[in-house]
């Protein structure tokens, strides 16, 4: 059975399980991503390697990243398919294996952009489903407890960490052979493995085939009714859909700044500290304040630390730019994360969550990719960029009020959303 059909009957044991379950998955489908452990080592092997362009660097996340975009499919299907009667623990056990799997045939391949990205490809589709199934998990634990606020902190505060954690490591990684860092990512993912194996428990359910098509049924028909959900997935549209300039930030370092990939580990390493520090704020926040306030003052904030990126010239000044953006542009990313759980309509967990989350995905790296175009080809100034990624933020704001008051008008621990709070299991 679900987690939110346990804590009525074992809350201390079901939500330390689930911690642990929701922790790890978070920590191995975060810090395993090719756009994370690995993306500074393959930035790094892209440029001076096989001498790509940035507008080549950007493409290759992009590309590599495709199933990150396509998610909701990952949520219907493991919303509405269960394995074995699991709709959590099976589907974990499997992508989680094959992709650590992948992560080691990349190990061994030739350095060749297309061969790459095609098993960078292969990685992220397993990878996505791991992160769905984690992240409907976590809906249903939020939902069964009013802890949307509390529950995103946590995940933040581990992503965050993976930060952290990342930024030195990611900046040796790329000084050496990149096999050991397709290696450490692989090793990474398959930590998920006995995590979820030992602690992920479910009461298995047999399911016709007519009743398998009637729940994907109910799944769509769940999702496309969803007013609050639609409304929350436009307003993060706009947030993210601002121009992107990370990758155009790795070659102003490296080719401006002279910053070498253990400067660039450490200035990842700032803004994952700065990270954790906002996560564990938003956390006494969210308890304080109406996610209305949030929203607008996290936007706001995020909107004009962005500015501060013009004036992104010396290694000082990276550390302190980075450091306070790693803070500011966290609350404004909790408070959106935030907002999905509580629109995400119950019993469409993984498949609302994830639709919310492509959208995301999807405007990251497309907006890099465009931004980086930008640059190359049209000769646009990195200054512009900022520029233009700050404006696009603050027209998100207005939309905020458009939002119904029974969602964001609450402080986290108090009844929000579309429905009360979940008294029983889903099914």
Known sequence: MAIAATIPNRPDAALTHAAIVIGTGVLATTLAQTGVLAHLPLQNLLKNELHETRTASAAFFFWASLAWYLKPLAGIVTDAFPIFGSRRRSYILLSASCAALAWFVLALAPHDYGGFLRIAIVINVFMVVASTVIGGFLVETA????????????????????????????????????????????????????????????????????????????????????????????????????????????????????????????????????????????????????????????????????????????????????????????????????????????????????????????????TDWFGSKLLDQYHVSFETLVIANAVATLVAVPLVFLLPSAVIGARDAETYGEAPVAKGGME
């Open 143 to 366: 939902q069964a407890v009013s802890g949307s606020g509390r529950l995103t902190a946590i995940r933040q505060v581990v992503m965050q960490g993976c930060g952290i954690v990342n930024g030195p490591i990611a900046g040796y990684l790329a000084s050496i052979a990149f096999g050991w860092t397709a290696a450490a990512c692989g090793g990474v993912m398959f930590l998920l493995v006995p995590v979820a194996f030992v602690f992920l428990r479910e009461q298995r359910k047999r399911l016709t085939s007519a009743e398998v098509l009637a729940k994907a049924k109910g799944q769509l028909a769940n999702i496309a009714t969803a007013k609050t959900m639609w409304a929350a997935v436009g307003l993060m549209a706009l947030f993210y859909i601002a121009p992107g300039f990370g990758t155009a930030l790795f070659y102003k370092q490296q080719n401006e700044l002279h910053f070498t990939t253990h400067d660039q580990g450490m200035l990842q390493l700032i803004g994952g500290i700065s990270g954790v520090a906002s996560a564990l704020s938003y956390g006494w926040l969210c308890r304080r304040f109406a996610l209305r306030s949030l929203l607008v003052g996290g936007l706001v904030l995020g909107a004009g630390l962005t500015l501060m990126y013009i004036s992104y010239t010396s290694w000082i000044h990276a550390a302190v730019i980075d450091g306070i953006n790693g803070f500011g542009g966290t609350i404004a990313e909790l408070a959106l994360m935030d907002l999905a759980v509580r629109a995400t309509p119950m019993g469409s967990e993984g498949l609302g969550y994830s639709l919310m989350l492509s959208i995301r995905n999807l405007a990251l790296s497309g």
